[in-house]
């Protein structure tokens, strides 16, 4: 098996971890090591720092297993230093394993060498790796146990306390150091009074509070701007009246799901408190009254307004949200408005509203016309001839770059090669070519890459007699369609629209192309900006 092409995948947990665990670059070194002795060609290095053994938390080797499936791939195994390196999951071990061996690719551990095409090599590899699974499965019992016995005596299991807090130390009755919340800041302490002041005595609401914050110049949690919710979720923690409450949610499936109330741990007078319980439990009866009052706007069925996700605010570039007036307002008019103005108020930006239908209507007059316009003959041909023109230059002029840097890595290989071979040659050369030889892979991959994406597209009539079909379709469909149907037909299109302020007209950015055969992607050949103006 010499000049078998592989590749390295090193990861540790956290960086608490990596002290405890082998580090990276120690990962590293055996696994080149070991590449060498077997005469091996290591192409390329995946590394994932600070990741749990979840595959879908490590980016890395997602990126590595993609290639992986893939005809062109340019390498035939996978090395890890230990294969809990690779997964410390039996079931992924065997999903992964599975899926790269349908692809010709096998993994490789430097320091628990097996044979995976022999009896015993599979036996030997799958009992490290049932090993390894229990190890980790016992672990994190153990682990829980000692969080649930801190959470019962109201100490800190980790994470970052509520704003107005701090961690501190403290010593328990034998002596161990434990970690408790203390009061942070006397301004934030004081923010926070201010805050539930505000709600409760003087009948402030969320978005009057906010205001009142961000025109002062009031310090946010976060160092940015107050916004709805940050207010609403300080009024409503009851860590503020002392509770500790832990296990609450359960983010064991990649999610955040809230657990019955009975499976909670809760602590009173876990830490000081900041409000006392009868203004706490004010704001729960002002907020049910408020509710209660409210009409809130709700749609049933599919969302009428058609451009959500789609138009950007003139002034910071955040989406616009949606709206609807009070009954006492213009009969329940609709709009679009900034995104940010609605989060955080007047201070950071403003409310650039527009009507929704006159908008909505404008947009889809707008579409029309370009696309009745692509639909002449020779039109389309001649729009995608010159947008591809355009594209390839600045990707020929990448190309360009790439093969001056392939040359000219390829030019230190030669020299140090020929220093190799003198008598006195550096024992560090032969590292530093290997270094070059994989900065030289990577280097023509990418222009491999790069080479496909500048390479002519050859349309054939039929192609684009079918985009020609999709654009009448979107013409004739989009007046009659639903609401929901009306909104796939524009995200298909439609990349962004926002308002030219100096000229009063609206941009609107699109683009063509056809599905892609291998996915549910479309291959984008064209992309147009129009303009129009409300009427």
């Known amino acids: ?138 672990l994190a019992n153990e682990t829980r146990k000692g969080m649930v016995q801190n959470a019962k005596q109201g100490y800190h299991n980790g994470g970052s306390p509520p704003y107005g807090y701090r961690v501190g130390k403290i010593k328990d009755s034998k002596g161990k150091e434990k970690s408790v919340w203390v009061l942070g800041p006397p301004e934030e302490v004081d923010n926070i009074r201010r ?32 916004g709805y919710s940050t207010v609403s979720s300080i009024i409503h923690n009851d860590a503020y009246i002392g509770r500790k409450v832990w296990n609450r949610y359960d983010y064991v499936n990649f999610g955040k799901k809230k657990k019955p109330r009975e499976e909670w741990i809760v602590v009173e007078n876990a830490q000081p408190a900041i409000v006392d319980i009868d203004t706490f439990n004010t704001v729960i009866k002002k907020a049910k009254e408020r509710n209660s009052n409210a009409e809130p706007y709700r749609i049933n069925g599919p969302s009428p307004y058609l451009l959500r996700g789609l138009l950007k605010c003139p002034s910071c570039g955040s989406r616009m949200v949606t709206g609807r007036n009070g009954k006492s307002s213009r009969n329940y008019s609709r709009y679009y408005q900034c995104g940010t103005y609605h989060r955080n108020g007047p201070t950071l930006c403003k409310r650039n509203s527009v009507p929704k239908d006159k908008l909505e209507s404008a947009v889809i007059d707008c579409l029309i016309r370009e696309f009745s316009l692509l639909s002449f003959p020779g039109s389309l041909e001649d729009e995608i001839r010159r947008y591809s023109g355009d594209q390839n230059r600045e990707a020929t002029f990448q190309l360009s770059r790439i093969d001056d840097d392939i040359k000219h890595t390829t030019k230190r290989i030669d020299m140090a090669k020929n220093e190799k071979i003198l008598p006195d040659a ?107 103006k409300l009427h």
């Open 1 to 138: 098996m010499d000049n078998l092409r592989v590749v390295a995948y090193a990861r540790v947990s956290s960086k608490e971890q990596a002290e405890k665990e082998l580090s990276i670059p120690a990962q590293l070194a055996a696994i080149r090591k070991y590449s060498q002795d077997k005469g091996w060609k290591l192409i390329a290095e995946y590394l994932d720092e600070g990741k749990s053994a979840k595959t879908a938390d490590r980016p890395a080797f997602q990126r590595m297993i993609s290639l992986a499936k893939k005809q062109n791939r340019n390498f035939d195994a996978i090395v890890v230093h230990k294969f809990d390196r690779f997964s410390r999951s039996r079931e992924d071990h065997v999903i992964y394993k599975a899926l790269l061996r349908k692809q010709g690719v096998i993994v490789y551990s430097a320091t628990e060498q097996t044979d995976p095409d022999t009896p015993h090599g599979f036996l030997l590899e799958g009992m490290l790796e049932v090993i390894s699974e229990f190890y980790n499965m016992n």
């Open 195 to 226: 805050i539930f002041d505000l709600y409760v005595n003087q009948g402030k609401g969320y978005k009057v509070i906010v205001n009142i914050l961000n025109t002062e110049g009031t310090p946010s949690p976060g160092g940015k701007k107050w």
């Open 426 to 532: 550096n024992p560090y050369i032969a590292q530093y070519i290997s270094e070059l030889e994989l900065e030289l892979e990577k280097l023509k991959s990418e222009r491999d890459l790069l080479a496909k994406s500048t390479a002519t597209l050859e349309i054939k009539e039929l192609q684009f007699q079918l985009i020609r079909d999709q654009l009448k379709d979107f013409a004739n469909r989009i007046r009659i369609e639903p609401p929901d149907v009306q909104h796939l037909l524009l995200k298909q299109y439609v990349d962004f629209i926002v308002r030219d302020h100096p000229e009063s007209q609206y941009m609107l950015q699109y683009n063509v192309g056809y599905p892609n055969d291998h996915d549910e992607s479309r291959i984008k050949l064209l992309q147009q900006t129009a303009f129009f």
